[in-house]
Every structure is written in structure tokens, then in C-alpha cells.
């Protein structure tokens, strides 16, 4: 079945400084990955995903990767700001009627004033 | 309006007790799903449903049943409650029949098991 390994664990820049978390997965066949945001004591809301037909897309400060050949996606923030501070999930699934979708295990993403 | 609704939002309980969390969404989406949020904030699904069906079924405990009784609603039912139950729960649901759409969840449920 698919993994979906993601790095790193916890993440802390600087207001203003960029950040990049990244992601594999281990099945090919896997098509769409999208990007949850889960704010302490909140809900996971996705902020971006990307299927396997597109290597780039960018939502103002957000921008999401994929490298299939090597099966990793990342997502670049840029001018962070203290309001990104949450945790991040990646995940990967085929889009079947029986698939179910992989996360990550998240990344903990601290915005330093 | 809130678009997928848990309740209870808070849930503490003793072991070897049933519980029941419900889920209602108000999307009008074909697919609703259960996931388990653990204490290192691991996103596991557990059970989907799409228009009623169950599709998926994780290695849970079989003390884990889901009911749907319409495509609105999914409830998540518990017997004989464990110290390991303990973590908060996610209703989500998504529009279609697969799961290549953003998935839209509830507020969740934290269940505490003593």
C-alpha cells in the first residue's frame, strides 16, 4: 500500500524567511496530493493540492511541487508570517472509489517573531 | 451555517463503557469518512462511506461500527471503550465518489478514555 513520508518533523524560521517541507510517497499510481493546514485545536483545512498531470502550482504566498520521477511534492511558504504557524500534512492517494487517502505525519511549523 | 458538525465535542468516559459521536454534513457531498487524530497528531483513517456504502474499512477494532443512515450523516459508535481509544476523532466528507477532492472536516471529537 501507499507511505507517505514527510519531512521534517518540526520546522522553525524566522517572520518573513521562507519554508519548505517535503514529501514521498511510495505508489506510482498515486495522482492527487494535496496540503492540510491543522491550527492548534483546530480542523485540518486543506490550503492547496496538485495532481500528476501539473509539476507546479502557486496560490500567492503558498506553492506546491511535484517531482513524479522521483515521487516527492513539496510545499514552499514564502514571506511567512505568524499566522502560519500550525501543522502541516502532505498526503497522496489514487483517485478510485476504494481508495483511501495516506497522510504524513505532519510537520510542525513555528514562525519566530 | 456549519458545514460538517460533530457532537459531542468533548467526550470522557470510563473503560469498558459505549459511546456514540455523530456526524452531520450539510454539503450535499457523496462521501463521508471517519479518521483517528493520535496524541502525536497522526491522521489514520478509519472507515468511508459513499451514499450509505461502506467502501473502506481500516484494520480497526471490530468494537468500532459506523452507521450512515442517509449520505448526511455518518455516526461512529464504540463498545467496551479502551485506554488506547483515547485521541480526537474527525468526521470529513468530500463531494464525488473517490477520493481525489478536498475533504471538508468536522471540528472533531477529543475522547479521553480513564
Known amino acids: 500500500g501507499e507511505n507517505v513520508e514527510q519531512h521534517p518533523s518540526t520546522l522553525s524560521v524566522q517572520e518573513g524567511d521562507s519554508a519548505v517541507i517535503k514529501c514521498t510517497y511510495s505508489?506510482?499510481?498515486?495522482?492527487?496530493f494535496p496540503w492540510y493546514k491543522q491550527e492548534l485545536g483546530k480542523r485540518p483545512q486543506l490550503i492547496i493540492d496538485i495532481r500528476s498531470n501539473v509539476g507546479e502550482k502557486k496560490d500567492q504566498r503558498i506553492a506546491v511541487t511535484l517531482n513524479k520521477t522521483a515521487k516527492h511534492f513539496s510545499l514552499h511558504i514564502t514571506e511567512t508570517q505568524p499566522e502560519d504557524s500550525a501543522v502541516y500534512f502532505c498526503?497522496?492517494?489514487?483517485?478510485?472509489?476504494?481508495?483511501?487517502?495516506?497522510f504524513g505525519k505532519g510537520t510542525r511549523l513555528h514562525i519566530l517573531p | 451555517d456549519t458545514a460538517v458538525s460533530q457532537t459531542p465535542k468533548y467526550l470522557v468516559t470510563q473503560m469498558g463503557n459505549d459511546k456514540s459521536i455523530k456526524c452531520e454534513q450539510n454539503?450535499?457531498?457523496?462521501?463521508m469518512y471517519w479518521y483517528k487524530q493520535d496524541s502525536k497528531k497522526f491522521l489514520k483513517i478509519m472507515f468511508s462511506?459513499?451514499?450509505?456504502?461502506?467502501?473502506i474499512n481500516e484494520t480497526v477494532p471490530n468494537r468500532f461500527s459506523p452507521k450512515s443512515p442517509d449520505k448526511a450523516h455518518l455516526n461512529l459508535h464504540i463498545n467496551s471503550l479502551e485506554l488506547g481509544d483515547s485521541a480526537v476523532y474527525f468526521c470529513?466528507?468530500?463531494?464525488?465518489?473517490?477520493?481525489?477532492?478536498?475533504?471538508?472536516f468536522g471540528p472533531g471529537t477529543r475522547l479521553t478514555v480513564l
Open positions: 498526503a497522496a492517494s489514487k483517485t478510485d472509489r476504494d481508495d483511501k487517502i495516506i
Open positions: 505508489d506510482s499510481a498515486s495522482n492527487y
Open positions: 454539503l450535499g457531498h457523496d462521501t
Open positions: 470529513a466528507s468530500s463531494h464525488g465518489t473517490h477520493t481525489g477532492n478536498e475533504q471538508f
Open positions: 462511506y459513499n451514499n450509505k456504502e461502506l467502501i
